[in-house]
């Protein structure tokens, strides 16, 4: 068992398709991620169950279409709140996620 089962959970999505098996493909499982450069630079679960993800991204591949960063939000948001003690999730830089 992992000592930061969050962060590593966040990192396995940040690697994105390549972790997907080829019976979740069929299905049509899929990820807006790896994007290039992006990366979990901290987190911090505080007591009242909001988690702090503090990520880089040099190239600004988290900005685009209301669509696509809305998909790129959810799916890091929903993979953190698995874990019980995730009440909410916020993002830092604050510029993260624009369209």
Same mark, same amino acid.
Request: glycine share 8%; proline share 5%.
């Given at each position: 068992?992992?000592?930061?089962?969050?962060?590593?959970?966040?990192?396995?999505?940040? =690697?994105? *398709?390549?972790?997907?098996?080829?019976? +979740?493909?069929?299905?049509?499982?899929?990820? @807006?991620? !790896? %994007?290039?450069?992006? =990366?979990? *630079?901290?987190?911090?679960?505080?007591? +009242?169950?909001?988690?702090?993800?503090?990520? @880089?991204? !040099? %190239?600004?591949?988290?900005?685009?279409?209301?669509?696509?960063?809305?998909?790129?939000?959810?799916?890091?948001?929903?993979?953190?709140?698995?874990?019980?003690?995730?009440?909410?999730?916020?993002?830092?830089?604050?510029?993260?996620?624009?369209?």
């Amino acid at each position: 068992m992992s000592k930061t089962p969050i962060k590593d959970t966040i990192e396995l999505l940040l =690697k994105g *398709k390549e972790n997907l098996s080829e019976e +979740d493909l069929q299905k049509g499982i899929t990820s @807006e991620f !790896p %994007l290039e450069g992006f =990366k979990l *630079k901290s987190l911090n679960l505080k007591d +009242d169950g909001t988690l702090i993800l503090e990520f @880089e991204d !040099p %190239l600004n591949k988290t900005v685009g279409g209301a669509c696509r960063v809305g998909i790129l939000w959810f799916q890091i948001e929903q993979t953190a709140k698995q874990f019980n003690q995730v009440k909410e999730v916020k993002f830092l830089p604050e510029t993260l996620f624009q369209p």
